[in-house]
């Protein structure tokens, strides 16, 4: 595959110099792509990720104050408000592909372990533990940690997955499920290496994230309505650089597709034209998928199986570390 294909290409200001680098490849050469309103995008000079540059501080209060809160408008803050009383209602679409999701676990279970990061309000996290994996979950929000806690009694963490990975037990998940999340961490290179550090031998990483190698952002450029946040989303992939991680992480890349062609921004939705405009996303969407063109990548790493090595007799010992 080639790294270097559909790179973004804007008449930009190459700049550099200076402590900030990429995260890929280690190049300080960048092009300015888009300012927003806490920070400003780049495109890579020497592997073209899409990054921002934004405040790092207080990534918990963050999320708490635009998900979670009270006065947030999200769903997610009315049912944290609402706790154990809640009674959340899921499409027929949502229950679709949840069952979709779960069963392609299967093929991957040994030892029953699963692990998402960033669960949220531990929904889909909750129909796993149901389907019988030993289960935990990683949220970085303490109030979506506790709802998922205290609503369904799930083992939730709350934290990075840095902060988390010295709790439980090396090598010891079959599934991680990390959806919609790679665009949010402050360093997908350390964020893999915990991946792997927390994966068994054969075990995958499936995850999704943002694609720059898309129609919707060849349209839309630097107006694209994913790059909203530079502390939210700040990274942007494409395929060939999923693939850079994964091998500089020990991940072996097996499966990649993209779907989705989000043009139009969720406020401008709201206009008349809303109807007209989503029939016309959807049947785009429909030809990005089969061109691999779409918005947001779906990929699965696997750990690669080592030599047979003496084992504990315990195969079913907990998957949180022994105090």
């Known amino acids: 595959m080639n790294q270097q294909s559909n790179v973004p290409a804007f008449p930009l200001e190459v700049t550099g110099g200076d402590a900030v680098c990429c995260d890929l490849c280690g190049s300080h050469e960048r092009e300015f792509l888009a300012s927003v309103a806490d920070g400003s995008y780049f495109t890579c000079g020497g592997c073209g990720l899409v990054y921002s540059i934004a405040d790092e501080n207080s990534l918990s209060a963050f999320y708490d104050h635009s998900y979670y809160a009270p006065g947030a408008r999200t769903r997610y803050a009315t049912r944290v408000t609402a706790g154990a009383d809640d009674s959340p209602k899921w499409s027929r679409r949502w229950h679709r592909?949840?069952?979709?999701?779960?069963?392609?676990?299967?093929?991957?279970?040994?030892?029953?372990?699963?692990l998402e990061i960033g669960c949220s309000l531990g929904d889909f996290l909750n129909v796993v533990d149901h389907a019988g994996?030993?289960?935990?979950?990683?949220?970085?929000?303490?109030?979506?940690?506790?709802?998922?806690?205290?609503?369904?009694?799930?083992d939730v963490r709350t934290g990075t997955l840095e902060a988390v990975v010295p709790e439980l037990k090396p090598e010891s998940f079959d599934v991680i499920w990390a959806a919609n999340l790679l665009e949010?961490?402050?360093s997908p290179s350390e964020f893999l290496a915990d991946v792997?550090?927390?994966?068994?031998?054969?075990?995958?990483l499936i995850a999704s994230t943002l694609n720059f190698d898309s129609w919707a952002f060849l349209f839309s450029g630097g107006d694209w309505e994913y790059l909203?946040?530079?502390?939210?989303?700040?990274?942007?992939?494409?395929?060939s650089l999923l693939e850079r991680y994964c091998a500089n992480s020990n991940l072996e890349l097996e499966e990649i597709d993209t779907t989705g062609f989000r043009w139009i921004s969720k406020t401008r939705q709201k206009r008349w034209y809303s109807s007209?405009?989503?029939?016309?996303?959807?049947?785009?969407?429909?030809?990005?998928?089969?061109a691999n063109q779409g918005?947001?990548?779906?990929?699965?790493a696997r750990k690669p199986h080592v030599v047979a090595v003496a084992q504990s007799n315990d195969e079913s010992a907990p998957i949180s570390r022994a105090a």
């Open 228 to 239: 909203h946040s530079a502390k939210e989303h700040r990274y942007v992939f494409s395929p």
């Open 196 to 204: 792997d550090k927390l994966l068994r031998p054969g075990g995958v």
């Open 295 to 300: 918005h947001r990548v779906q990929f699965t």
């Open 276 to 290: 007209m405009v989503r029939v016309f996303e959807q049947g785009v969407s429909n030809l990005a998928r089969l």
């Open 184 to 186: 949010h961490v402050v």
């Open 97 to 114: 592909k949840t069952a979709e999701r779960l069963a392609s676990f299967e093929s991957h279970r040994q030892n029953g372990t699963f």
């Open 133 to 154: 994996w030993n289960s935990v979950g990683i949220e970085i929000s303490e109030a979506a940690a506790s709802y998922a806690r205290d609503k369904w009694d799930l």
